[in-house]
């Protein structure tokens, strides 16, 4: 099934007609269909020319070139216009503008210059949806809503009176009573006891550390707030023009944002992805991106609705592609679940504080060097058009709380290097290299169909998550937990007896107490006559008799203490690893849970720098995409024949000489399967 009603695999980007005059959109869209575009996102920014002030509307630019695009044969992704409100709207309402958690007001002259709570601000957006909605329901180019745009990148919180009162009506809903607030927060101390909800502020600058559990929850206000933005002009979308998908952008992992609940409330999930040239290991990172937003609609294809087809414009350094990584890395995004490639955008801009980020068409227009690698991308994604649709599954699971990341990085910890993504990277990492995908899942995902899972961090846990860990293991899985998991319940309140909480019986150990590393310093450990090497945490923990130490601590003030443990639990294993390694190290305690649940790569046998990744079409019909991230060429042995589609050339499988598939570096090649060979 594919996104939008647009055959084949979607390709286009932001197109801000706006900027130019309509003799430049002419020669537009004659460029598009030379580059096989066949979606274009339109109006992200065009609030203050749909809506020049509070009493008339201006569409006749938007129906001319709705018109124009669909004369071409290209398809609208109409955004609803609502991430920049116009200064007629800020002036009028200036308490919409946003307030840092010091005070200061921010002013308008960027964008997304909005109080998430403002009652003037959500008024006006739903008003705006609505008169687009019933103006363009019934036009034929449109396939596609696209609500706001990047929620949560600038203005991810306010500390405003309308933001104060949005959040107290949010406790009463979540904690039902004042005295049931106190217990959740823990205000006996430091005498922080309420006496009514009316005494509650936000988590503003304060003389000293402020409350957790305040900020805590304050983290997840924040998120539902933005959320409900959203769902007001995807309820008014919905309304007026049933059967067309609404979505909006999201921004990987992003931090700000429970992804999760926001998922659920998209028709499908979207993505802007900005890997670093300049990083060698960038695409390390941007395939485990793109694994989570596959796993949020549990494996069915995403959208990349953003990339820059060479550099960006914000970085302290913005290093272009070099050429063909920008082929490269669109089609990393297809081989992990996407159905399309959209940029960040058609046309360069000449002015405003992104004309130096990189376009589809570039400054030099048809002269430019990128344009070339526009008009060869196009071409490469109709030919694998037969590609949309189809689905991949992880081979292993990664569990992911945001609540969990919130309170994680709250202040006063044993330290504060631990930080979600810095440990979640090297487990990642390790199973990228050993050619192993992976499925995200929320904390109460169905875990039954995955040999192992994988959980780098559960620093705030409950006791409904942990029974299911239990079962799972029980079952016959094989579970790794990594360290400072169990502390904490959702309130954020130590557990009872301490780490690792209501895993402890499960793991088979307790964590008398944290040990971090100080920076600059490594603790040393022994697996089986292999050095290892701990940075930033360790922790002195104890186990019981069911419990097997497979590494230990051989230095400092831990030396011969357990570092790595295995109990066996029904029919599987839950594993622990008490320590934060890098990837190398993590890979190496990993081999001993993934060969023991039988996780094998989804081709064996890859040589260095190469990425292989398998999607499946509903008749069962396979495409395994090859990568070549690395410099030198490479050969793949392959293990079913079939044919690439990029070249059309069939190809064999074996290990005799002329069998396989070379990579030239940067290299890529989609291998498609049939169905017999699939199976056999």
């Given amino acids: 099934m594919n996104l939008t009603r647009v055959p084949g695999l979607l390709y286009g980007g932001d197109w801000n007609p706006e900027q130019w005059s309509e003799e430049v959109w002419a020669e537009d869209v004659k460029l598009m269909a030379e580059a096989g575009v066949n979606l274009v996102t339109v109006g992200v920014f065009s609030w203050a020319r749909l809506q020049p002030d509070a009493h008339s509307w201006d569409f006749g630019w938007l129906d001319r070139l709705l018109d124009l695009v669909h004369a071409h044969g290209i398809a609208v992704d109409l955004a609803t216009a609502t991430a920049s409100p116009p200064a007629w709207l800020v002036r009028a309402h200036p308490e919409l503008l946003p307030v840092t958690a010091d005070g ?78 106190n217990r959740s927060w823990g205000t006996a101390f430091w005498s922080q006891r309420y006496n009514s909800f009316d005494q509650v502020e936000p988590p503003r600058a304060a003389p000293g550390p402020v409350n957790p559990t305040q900020v805590l929850d304050w983290r997840r206000f924040c998120s539902d707030a933005l959320l409900a933005l959203h769902r ?10 049933p059967g067309v998908p609404v979505t909006t952008n999201f921004m990987s992992m992003f931090k700000a944002l429970d992804y999760w609940e926001w998922s659920r409330h998209e028709d499908f999930v979207s993505d802007d992805a900005y890997p670093d040239p300049a990083d060698p290991r960038a695409h390390v990172n941007a395939a485990m991106n793109y694994d989570l937003m596959r796993s949020l609609k549990a494996g069915r294809p ?53 004309k130096f980020h990189s376009a589809m068409l570039p400054h030099r227009g048809t002269a430019g060097r990128g344009w070339r690698e526009t008009v060869t991308l196009g071409a490469e994604l109709r030919r694998l058009g037969e590609v949309a649709g189809s689905r991949m599954r992880g081979r292993a699971a990664v569990l992911l709380d945001w609540d969990s990341w919130w309170a994680l990085e709250l202040e006063d910890h044993p330290s504060a290097r631990m930080r979600w993504l810095d440990l979640l990277r090297p487990w990642y990492a390790a199973l990228y290299e050993r050619g192993v995908t992976v499925d995200f899942l929320p904390p109460g995902g169905d875990l039954a169909d995955y040999p192992v899972v994988l959980a780098p961090n559960l620093y705030l846990l409950d006791t409904a998550t942990a029974d299911r860990l239990d079962a799972y293991v029980r079952g016959g899985g094989h579970l790794v937990c990594g360290p400072f998991s169990g502390v904490t319940d959702r309130h954020d309140h130590i557990h009872p007896g301490g780490q690792p909480g209501p895993l402890r019986e499960l793991l088979g150990v307790v964590v008398d107490e944290p040990w971090p590393i100080p920076d600059g310093e490594t603790t040393a450990l022994d697996l089986d006559g292999v050095g290892l090497r701990a940075v930033r945490w360790s922790e002195w923990i104890e186990a019981d008799s069911a419990a097997e130490t497979i590494v230990r601590y051989t230095s400092g003030p831990l030396g011969n203490r357990p570092a790595v ?28 849970p993934l060969v023991e649940a039988g996780v094998e790569a989804e081709l064996p046998g890859l040589p260095e720098g190469v990425e292989a990744t398998r999607r499946r079409a509903a008749d069962g019909t396979a495409y395994l995409f090859l990568l070549n991230h690395g410099t030198l060429e490479r050969h793949v042995a392959l293990d079913r024949p079939g044919t690439d589609l990029l070249t059309g050339t069939d190809l064999l499988t074996g290990t005799a000489a002329g069998t396989g598939l070379t990579l030239a570096p940067l290299g890529v090649a989609v291998f498609r399967i049939p169905p017999t060979e699939e199976r056999a």
């Avoid at 007001?232 to 023009?241: C, F, H, N, Q, R």
């Fill in 302 to 354: 995403w959208l990349l609705m953003e990339q820059a087809p060479s550099a960006v414009s914000w970085r302290p350094v913005n290093v272009p592609k070099r050429p063909g990584l920008y082929r490269l890395w669109s089609l990393q995004a297809l081989a992990r679940g996407a159905d399309g490639v959209l940029h960040f955008q058609w046309r360069a801009s000449v002015a405003g504080a992104e």
């Fill in 565 to 592: 443990t295995r109990r066996r639990h029904g029919d599987g294993t839950a594993w622990y690893l008490s320590c934060h390694l890098d990837a190398a190290d993590t890979g190496r305690i990993l081999d001993l």
């Fill in 104 to 181: 200061v007001r921010l002013e308008f002259g960027s964008r997304q210059h909005y109080c998430p709570s403002s009652t003037a601000y959500r008024a006006a957006a739903v008003r705006l949806t609505r008169a687009l909605a019933t103006r363009y329901r019934d036009h034929p180019a449109l396939v596609l809503w696209h609500v706001h745009n990047e929620y949560g990148d600038h203005v991810e919180e306010c500390f405003c009176p309308a933001s104060a009162e949005d959040f107290r009506r949010w406790l009463r809903e979540r904690h039902g009573t004042v005295e049931e607030l």
């Fill in 232 to 241: 007001a002009e995807k309820a008014v979308l919905d309304e007026i023009s």
